[in-house]
C-alpha cells in the first residue's frame, strides 16, 4: 500500500450549493484515509463548496502534495478548471515557496472502476435477474464543454462487454448529450434494464435530475439523505422492469482506488530526480 508520512494527500470533489449529499463521499474517503496514517495530511476541497481549490493550500503544512480528482473523467474541470484554481502547470508543480505539487489521475479513469460497475450492476438486479434478459446502462452526465467528458464512461462500457458477454447488451447514456438517458426505453431492447450512474456521489443528479428522466417521478425530489429512490427496485415503466442504482463513487472501495492513482503517479510519472530543495 502507498504510503507517504511526510507529504500531504489532497482530494478534489466537485460539491454543490444546491445538494446536500454532493461531498459527502469525498469527505468520507478523507476520514477513512485519514485512519490509514499513511500521509502526514489528509485533506479534501471542492469546487462548488469550502474549502474551495483557492482557500486549501494554506491549510497544508506539507511541503510535498498528492492531488486526486475525485472525478470521473478527463474532461472540463481535471483539465482546466482544477489546474488554472490550483496554479497547476503540469504533472509536477513546484511553487515559489518550495511546495511541490504532484496531479494525479481522476479516480474514474482506474482500471478497478469495471469492477465497481459490474458489481453494483449485480448487487442491484439480483441473482435471479438473468443477465441475457437484461440491459445494462451506464449513465453520465456529458457536456459540450470538453469532448473528453464521455470518454471514461464510453471506455467502461467497452471492458465491460469484453468482461461479462452475458448481457443481453451494454450500453451508455448521458444527460446533455445523445444518446440520452430519458431515451432508455428506446435504447433498451431487452425486458429488463439496469441503470447505473456513473457518477461520484449521490446528488443532485443521481438522485434528483436522473430519476425524472427515466420516469421514475415526475419532477425533482428531496436530497439522497432524505428520498427513498433507490430502496423501490424494481420498477415497472414503459413495459419495462427498470432497477436504478446508486452512484458508484460512494462505494467504500473507492478509498483503495484513490490510493492506487498515488501509486499510479509514482511509478508512471514521479521523477526521481525532483526532490524538495
Known amino acids: 500500500m502507498v504510503s507517504h508520512p511526510d507529504a500531504a494527500l489532497l482530494i478534489l470533489g466537485h460539491g ?30 471542492f469546487w462548488k463548496e469550502e474549502p474551495t481549490f483557492r482557500q486549501i493550500r494554506p491549510a497544508i503544512d506539507s511541503r510535498e502534495i498528492y492531488v486526486v480528482p475525485n472525478f470521473i473523467s478527463e474532461g472540463y474541470f481535471t483539465q482546466e478548471v482544477i489546474p488554472r484554481e490550483l496554479e497547476l502547470t503540469g504533472r509536477t ?32 438486479a439480483g441473482p435471479d435477474t438473468p443477465l441475457s434478459e437484461t440491459s445494462l446502462i451506464v449513465a453520465g ?18 471492458r465491460i462487454r469484453e468482461r461479462e458477454p452475458a448481457y443481453a447488451e451494454v450500453l451508455d447514456a448521458y444527460m446533455e448529450e445523445a444518446p440520452f438517458v430519458a431515451d432508455w426505453d428506446r435504447l433498451a431492447s431487452a425486458p429488463n434494464v439496469v441503470v447505473v450512474p ?25 436530497a439522497a439523505s432524505r428520498n427513498a429512490v433507490f430502496r423501490q ?18 462505494d467504500p472501495s473507492m478509498v483503495g482506488v484513490i490510493l492506487d492513482q498515488v501509486a499510479w503517479f509514482d511509478a508512471h510519472h514521479r521523477d526521481p530526480a525532483a526532490a524538495l530543495s
Open 198 to 222: 456513473f457518477f461520484i456521489s449521490d446528488g443532485l443528479h443521481s438522485y434528483q435530475d436522473i430519476p425524472v428522466m427515466l420516469g421514475i417521478e415526475d419532477s425533482p425530489s428531496a
Open 93 to 124: 508543480t513546484v511553487f515559489s515557496d518550495g511546495t511541490m505539487a504532484h496531479y494525479c489521475d481522476p479516480v474514474g479513469i482506474h482500471p478497478s472502476m469495471t469492477d465497481l460497475l459490474l458489481r453494483r450492476a449485480r448487487e442491484i
Open 233 to 250: 427496485n424494481p420498477r415497472r415503466l414503459r413495459d419495462r422492469t427498470l432497477f436504478y442504482s446508486g452512484a458508484i463513487g460512494a
Open 141 to 158: 452526465h456529458g457536456t459540450s464543454l470538453n469532448a473528453n467528458s464521455a470518454a471514461a464512461i464510453r471506455d467502461q462500457v467497452e
Open 16 to 45: 454543490s450549493t444546491e445538494n446536500p449529499d454532493s461531498s459527502d463521499p469525498t469527505w468520507h474517503h478523507v476520514q477513512a484515509i485519514r485512519k490509514l496514517g499513511l500521509f502526514a495530511e489528509v485533506h479534501c476541497a
